[in-house]
């Protein structure tokens, strides 16, 4: 069964499933780990730009 999964985890939560994916041989999960770091470093981008567009003083500017 490969269908995809959505899992909600805290960073610390995502950092002890890394910690423990390094103790593996590299072989087995290497491929693991990229996609975990892939997807939460897009969700983090993701973030930092909604972040960004909310602090702006454009975002802040009323319009007449």
């Known amino acids: ?3 995809p999964m959505q899992l909600n985890l805290s960073v610390s939560e995502i950092n ?3 910690e423990a994916l390094g103790e593996q041989p590299f072989v087995k999960v290497y491929q693991l780990i990229d996609k975990i ?3 939460t470093q897009a969700q983090l981008d993701k973030k930092m730009l909604q972040n960004t567009a909310i602090n702006s003083p454009e975002a802040n500017t009323m319009i007449d």
């Open 16 to 18: 002890q499933i890394l």
């Open 37 to 39: 770091q892939q997807q």
């Open 1 to 3: 069964m490969n269908q």
